[in-house]
C-alpha cells in the first residue's frame, strides 16, 4: 500500500512514524536535534524553516525560505548565484574576464532580488556542499511535488546537486515533470576501478601522497579514536580551509555541528594526528548512500608550511578510504587539476528548478540565468577546468 507524502514541521514532528530502514534512522538522527534547536545552534549562516517529508520509503529534510539573502549558498540560490560567484571571479587569470563577469553578477544580483529569487524550497537538503540522494520511485517524485507545490503556491521547488552519472534517472523525471536544468558547478568524481580509474601516473601521485604521513611523521586515525574533547579543533581546522581561505559563503560548521555530527554518527569523521607532538592536524567528515561518498568536512592547519602536504595526505586518506569501500567519491569542486591528476572525472552539476505556477516576474531570473549558465558559464568552467 503506497502511503500519502506527509509534510512534518516541529509542531508536529513527534507524530512522524519513522521508517525502519538505515536511511530513516539516519532522517531521524538528523532531523530531531533541527526540530529541538534553531538550525542557527549548529550553523551559525543558515536560517531556514526545517520540515520532514515522509514518503513511502524514506524521509527527506526540506528547507523553505522567502528571503534571508546573506544565508550560506546551501539555502540561498541568491548566496550561491551571486554573491559566491563573485568571490570566485578572483581564478580566472584574465583580468578583462574578471572585469566583465564582475559587472555582469552585480547586474544579476539586482534582477535576482528584484524577482524574489531566495523564496524558495530545497527538497532534500541535508545543509551540506553536496546532497546524496536515496532511491526514490516515480510515484515518490510526484507525490513529494504536489504536496509542496499545494502547501508553498508561491515558491520554486528546487533539487540541488544533481549530476547525470549519478541522478541521471531522476533528472530525466524532473525534466519530464518541467523542471528547469540550471548548472550549479564543475565537480569531480572518482572512482578506483572502472573505465575511467586512475592511469598509472594517477596512481603513482596517490602512493607518492600516502607516502608523505611517515615521512612527516603522522598518522590517520577514524571516529572510534575521537572524542567530544577534538571537536573544537576539528572546528578550528575546517574553519581555517574552507570559511578562513575560502569563503565564509560555505557552511560554518563549528564545534556544536561536528559535536552532533561525530555523536549521531551523521558524519564519519577522520584525522592526521602528529605522532611526536599529537596534535591534530586535519580532518575530513564523510557520508555515504548507495555506494556513493562526499565529504562536506575537509580542512587542515593552513598556518604550518605548504610543504609539508597536509592536503594531499588528507586527500590521499580519503581515496584511501573510498577505494578501500569500492565507492564512488563524489569529490565537489575546487583544487581542480589536483584532482584531475589524481584521476578523478569532471561533470557538471545542475539544480533542477519548477518555477512554472509563478508569474513572469518571477520566472524571469530563473529562464536567464538558465540560460547565461548555460550558454557562458558552462563553456567557461570547462575552457579553464575550474
Excluded at 523525471?173 to 573505465?195: A, C, M, T
Excluded at 612527516?216 to 581546522?237: F, K, Q, V
Amino acid at each position: 500500500m503506497n502511503r500519502i507524502p506527509t509534510l512534518f514541521d516541529k509542531q508536529s514532528f513527534e507524530r512522524i512514524d519513522w521508517p525502519e530502514t538505515p536511511e530513516g534512522d539516519y532522517a531521524k538522527r538528523f532531523l530531531l536535534p533541527l526540530f529541538r534547536q534553531p538550525v542557527e545552534t549548529y550553523v551559525p549562516n543558515i536560517s531556514t524553516t526545517v520540515y520532514a517529508l515522509r514518503l513511502d520509503r524514506t524521509v527527506l529534510p526540506v528547507t523553505v525560505n522567502d528571503a534571508e539573502y546573506g544565508n550560506s549558498y546551501v539555502c540561498s540560490p541568491f548566496t550561491h548565484y551571486a554573491s559566491y560567484a563573485r568571490q570566485e571571479l578572483y581564478f580566472l587569470k584574465s583580468g578583462t574576464a574578471r572585469f566583465v563577469l564582475s559587472g555582469v553578477l552585480h547586474a544579476l544580483g539586482l534582477l535576482l532580488r528584484a524577482s524574489r529569487f531566495n523564496r524558495a524550497v530545497h527538497v532534500n537538503n541535508w545543509l551540506l556542499s553536496t546532497n546524496l540522494y536515496p532511491e526514490m520511485t516515480a510515484q515518490e517524485t510526484d507525490g513529494a511535488i504536489k504536496l509542496l507545490l499545494d502547501q508553498f503556491p508561491r515558491h520554486t521547488i528546487i533539487f540541488r546537486s544533481l549530476c547525470r552519472t549519478i541522478n541521471g534517472d531522476l533528472i530525466d523525471r524532473l525534466q519530464r515533470k518541467g523542471f528547469r536544468l540550471v548548472p550549479s558547478r564543475q565537480i569531480y568524481l572518482w572512482r578506483e576501478k572502472g573505465p575511467q580509474a586512475p592511469n598509472a601516473k594517477a596512481r603513482w601521485l596517490l602512493k607518492r601522497d600516502y607516502a608523505l604521513l611517515e615521512k612527516h611523521g603522522y598518522e590517520a586515525i577514524g571516529p572510534e579514536m575521537l572524542t567530544a574533547a577534538d571537536m573544537p579543533r576539528l572546528a578550528e581546522l575546517y574553519r581555517a580551509l574552507y570559511l578562513d581561505k575560502y569563503s565564509y559563503y560555505n557552511p560554518q560548521f563549528g564545534e556544536a555541528f561536528l559535536e552532533l555530527a561525530h555523536s549521531g554518527k551523521l558524519l564519519q569523521l577522520h584525522a592526521l594526528r602528529h605522532t611526536k607532538s599529537g596534535r591534530l592536524d586535519a580532518v575530513l567528515g564523510y557520508y555515504c548512500r548507495d555506494g556513493i561518498m562526499t565529504t562536506p568536512i575537509f580542512g587542515y592547519d593552513t598556518s604550518l608550511p605548504q610543504v609539508t602536504g597536509l592536503y594531499r595526505m588528507l586527500s590521499a586518506v580519503l581515496l584511501g578510504i573510498a577505494g578501500s569501500n569500492c565507492h564512488l567519491l563524489h569529490e565537489s569542486s575546487g583544487a581542480a587539476q589536483f584532482k584531475r591528476n589524481r584521476g578523478a572525472a569532471a561533470e557538471i552539476e545542475y539544480s533542477a528548478v519548477y518555477d512554472r505556477h509563478l508569474p513572469f516576474d518571477r520566472r524571469a531570473s530563473w529562464m536567464l540565468l538558465e540560460k547565461l549558465l548555460n550558454g557562458i558559464g558552462v563553456p567557461m568552467l570547462e575552457k579553464y577546468k575550474l
